[in-house]
Structures are given as structure tokens and as C-alpha cells.
């Protein structure tokens, strides 16, 4: 087939355009394994919170998170014919619920000009609708909040993962915390880390202190007026030292005007200090995508569907400022 060929068949008939990446069910396509792995790796590739949490491709629309662990301690002293007392675990359980989200990604007729082969144009609408996407999925995945009336319907459609921990700080208001007005970030670095549930600080490196911009340039400015070599490094290759053995990680998503006014105010910083891999988000294992031909506007629109949710395995490790 030829290229003009090839093209009047992708605008004529757009079904037969996505048909090599995807499975055909009662007229509902979905992505292939290849494709769908495809679309999560590029959507969380250059999302920092996102593409470190854990992933669950969930296989039904509810996962249970289980966790058990004991609460007290379960050695004993022997003593000749005694049965020991034994200690009993304990169980807790999460969950996470898929909720559909959609989005569409317009593709017009002389954008399929200037990337007619087949195989280039599925990896290229992939490509398009997941890294946008992924910007989206990470800002609802940390800010979401259901309870926010003065927010967008997407960020309030699902409560995140500041909204699920259990351990918050602040830096206003009556009783706060640490004054946000004077406090250094290492200030803030040591409340959170004095907040944060000890038994789990055994291995730091497996932690990240999540900031802003604004922040991450404070700690940089800060580190830096040190007159050291490691002060030059700060500036001069802004490098941000780890405190107290944990990574400050700058997540460009902490920037995210509407999620900060969601979580605290206009401009607020915020910082997370947490485990990685006791963030999950799930997302049901089917993506959907359905061609929709606007021939007057010499465009074919793409609607992407899929299901997701975000949350703990426990909601009580990890601290927000």
C-alpha cells in the first residue's frame, strides 16, 4: 500500500488505523499488552512522584491492600515445660477503587501528512496521549481531594496521596507546627523527620524528601552559603545534599497552582517526606481508545479511557508540610 493509499484509509476509515494496537471486543477497543505497557511507561516516565511510587495493574475495578505486622514483641524468655504466651499479628487493609478517566487527543489531516507510516503513527498517538496524561494522572494522584468544592472536577474526583496521610504539618494557622514565614527547609526537613514513624527509618536511602521548586531552591541556597566545597557544588551544579542521609528530590508537580490551593493556600510550599514503595497507584489493565472522525474540521479526535486509583499500603508512613 502507498502512502497516499495508506493515508485515505487512516482518514476514511480510522477503525482500521488502530486495529494493529488494539484488542476489538463488542465494538470496544483496547489497547494491546504491548501498547497498554507502552502508554503507563511513557505517561509516568517523567512524572518524578509518579515514576517512583509502585505500580498494581489491577485485574478487577477493587484491589485490597493487605499488610500484617506485629505490635508487640514476640520473644520470651524459655522456661522448661511452659508453652510460650505467643503473640497474635495484626491485620490492615487498604483499598483501591478504579475510577474511568477520559481524554481525547485531536490528530489532524495534515499531522497524518507528515507522519504517514503505520507503524510511526501508532507509536506517535501512544506517545501523545500519555505524556499529557501523565502530567494530569500525577497531579490528581497528589492533590486529589474529595472533599474541595473550590477546586476542578478531576482533582476532586479522588482523594491523593496528601490527602491519604496520616501525618500532616503546618506552618499557619492556630497550634501550627513550624512557622512557614522563618523556617529554613533543613527546619522543615527536621520536623517531618521527627514526625515520621521510626520503626521505618531503618533503610534511608529508600526515602525522598518530595519538594517544590521554590523549596528545593531555598535548600540549595541555604547548603550553599556554607563555606565548603559542598556549598560550591550546591550553587554551582545545583545539586541538592541529601539530609540526613535522605534524597531532596525536586517534583516540578509540587508546583501545581491549582493542587497547593487544593491542599493549603495560594503559593504554598509543600514537601513530602516518604517511601516510594508505600505509594501505590493501580490501574485497572484495560485502556480503552475509540476513533472519532470530524470530517469538517478535516480531523479525527482519539478518546483514551482508563481506570486508576492512588494510595498506601500504610497511610500512616510518611509525613506533608
Known amino acids: 500500500m502507498d502512502n497516499n493509499n495508506m493515508l485515505n484509509e487512516m482518514i476514511e476509515n480510522p477503525e482500521e488505523s488502530i486495529k494493529s494496537i ?3 471486543d463488542l465494538s470496544y477497543s483496547v489497547l494491546q499488552p504491548q501498547y497498554f505497557n507502552q502508554f503507563v511507561r511513557e505517561a509516568t516516565r517523567d512524572q ?3 515514576s517512583e511510587a509502585r505500580r498494581i495493574v489491577m485485574d478487577s475495578q477493587v484491589v485490597n491492600i493487605d499488610r500484617t505486622g506485629f505490635s508487640s514483641r514476640i520473644m520470651e524468655v524459655a522456661t522448661e515445660a511452659t508453652a510460650p504466651n505467643g503473640t497474635n499479628p495484626g491485620f ?3 483499598q483501591l477503587t478504579a475510577k474511568e478517566f477520559v481524554g481525547m487527543v485531536g490528530i489532524t489531516d495534515n499531522a497524518l501528512r507528515r507522519n504517514i507510516e503505520r507503524a510511526g503513527f501508532q507509536s506517535t498517538l501512544i506517545s501523545m496521549a500519555s505524556s499529557k496524561w501523565g502530567e494530569d494522572w500525577e497531579s490528581l494522584a497528589v492533590f ?3 472533599t474541595k468544592a473550590n477546586i476542578g472536577t478531576l482533582l476532586k474526583s479522588q482523594d491523593g496521596w496528601i490527602k491519604k496521610c496520616t501525618n500532616k504539618l ?3 494557622g492556630t497550634g501550627k507546627d513550624f512557622d512557614a514565614s522563618t523556617a529554613t527547609p533543613s527546619a522543615v526537613f527536621k520536623k517531618m523527620l521527627a514526625a515520621y514513624p521510626k520503626n521505618y527509618l531503618k533503610n534511608r536511602t529508600n526515602l525522598r524528601f518530595y519538594v517544590g521548586s521554590d523549596l528545593f531552591d531555598d535548600y540549595i541556597d541555604e547548603v550553599g552559603a556554607r563555606p565548603t566545597i559542598v556549598g560550591d557544588d550546591s550553587v554551582g551544579k545545583n545539586i541538592a545534599r ?3 542521609g535522605i534524597k531532596v528530590v525536586e517534583a516540578p508537580v509540587l508546583n501545581d497552582a491549582e493542587g497547593t490551593h487544593a491542599t493549603n493556600g495560594w503559593g504554598a510550599k509543600i514537601a513530602m517526606l516518604m517511601d516510594p514503595n508505600n505509594m501505590v497507584y493501580g490501574i485497572f489493565s484495560e485502556i480503552g481508545i475509540e476513533p472519532d472522525r470530524q470530517p469538517k474540521l478535516r480531523k479525527t479526535d482519539y478518546v483514551f479511557s482508563a481506570e ?9 508512613v510518611g509525613v506533608v508540610a
Open 22 to 24: 488494539t484488542v476489538s
Open 48 to 50: 518524578v512522584i509518579l
Open 92 to 94: 490492615n487493609q487498604e
Open 144 to 146: 486529589g481531594d474529595t
Open 170 to 172: 503546618y506552618g499557619t
Open 242 to 244: 541529601d539530609y540526613k
Open 308 to 316: 486508576s486509583d492512588q494510595g498506601f499500603e500504610n497511610p500512616n
